[in-house]
DNA sequence: ATTTGACAGAATAGACCAATTATGTAAAGT
DNA sequence: ACTTTACATAATTGGTCTATTCTGTCAAAT
């Protein structure tokens, strides 16, 4: 049985096997998965491109481990949003998704996207899911111990709403303050119905 | 001066260039912008090559026609369902979405749509504005003399967060039931915050 | 009005080859 | 634990060439 330690806390050391992923994201961001050389995530690390080789099999692996890296950081991300002190509910709302959504002008963002859910389909599968369901508890907080007043739509429902309108006014509009106003309309209209406007 | 008539009733028989139109239509849908040939399209028209050339000075100006057709089609496509007969508010508004929306597996869309925004860029920014129009005014309707009920949200806003609701879940769901689930809890949201809902 | 046949020039697709670059493995060195 | 150097193989890029297709225009025919 390998001595497969889990990092027990958040604040343990990171491994230079996470260093490398660190290191990797933006690379892949950047350049997309094609035109991501080994090469080049070994330099943003400072490391020789074989020692990448010690901690990753291969490219895809690699990749693998970044995708997963982001993932996790884009529902940390959307988390700490929802929860942020000094914001009203609608403002933290509009935080989650303005802050986790992918930025603008990545014309890799498809091919990037597309080599993801061929290489590690659940992780692209989850994102989206994952973070309805941190918009959804937040939901619930906010209700309090007031009953959801909708018969026909769920709690997760009206996240995935919320999510789904994110996504298309972010296609529709050009410039952030468009995307900024169309989301503000989306978002009081969903806690108009669920009745978290006073 | 050219005696430019128009058309005075939709009922008058169609100008063979409508013809044309109406034959290059599919076409384009199907194969895209480069790969659609003045021979296909006119083909499809059962007409010569030759005989487009009267009709039109070139390809790009089919395209432009056949681009502005597409828009005036999908806004009576709207329009139609909204005022449907038979049918609750809500399935009138899901079936606006539902039938307006640009079918799937379409690989060329992207295609199509890049020439034709920087071919007739006017008419691409507007088909969407027309059919939240359509939407606003079907809400409105609804409404009848009460009082719309939001104070920071306009009717055209919450058209507009369907839209984009619609948008987003369309590239979110794979098959179109889910689809249909997750517009069906949009539209309740809406409805609901509206007050539109019994 | 539309067709047929014909045409020059532009664009596209396919094939092929050479040069470069990337991946993954290995061995020896610090 | 990582570096350096080296290497075989695969993938990518750039270039050139040819063949084909497409556009847009013309003239003659019905």
């Given amino acids: 049985m390998k001595t497969n330690e889990p990092r027990q806390h958040a604040t343990d050391s990171p491994t230079r ?6 290191a990797a994201v933006p ?12 090469d080049a995530v070994a330099s943003a ?24 890296s982001l993932c996790q950081s884009t529902v940390a991300l959307a988390h700490s949003a929802l929860w942020r ?12 998704f303005d802050e986790t959504m992918p930025d603008e002008s990545m014309e890799l963002l498809a091919e990037l996207l597309d080599t993801a859910r061929s290489l590690v389909p659940d992780a692209v599968a ?27 739509v769920t709690v997760e429902e009206a996240a995935q709403v919320l999510q789904g ?12 303050s468009a995307y900024l106003a169309g989301m503000r309309s989306a978002i009081e209209l969903v806690l108009h119905a669920t009745g978290l406007t006073p």
Same sequence: chains 1, 2.
Avoid at 17 to 22: C, G, L, T
Avoid at 27 to 38: E, P, Q
Avoid at 129 to 145: D, S
Wanted: zero cysteines.
């Fill in 17 to 22: 096997r996470d260093e490398i992923v660190a």
């Fill in 27 to 38: 690379v892949f961001l950047r350049f997309g998965y094609r035109k991501t050389s080994m």
């Fill in 45 to 68: 690390a400072n490391l020789s491109r074989q020692a990448v080789y010690l901690h990753f099999p291969g490219k895809e692996a690699l990749f693998a481990a970044v995708v997963d």
């Fill in 85 to 96: 002190e000094g914001l009203t509910l609608d403002d933290q709302l509009l935080a989650a």
């Fill in 126 to 152: 989850n994102i989206d899911a994952l973070i309805v369901g941190e918009v959804a508890n937040r939901l619930r907080a906010a209700l309090g111990r007031r009953k959801w007043p909708l018969a026909d």
């Fill in 165 to 176: 309108a994110s996504y298309g006014i972010k296609q529709q509009t050009t410039d952030r």
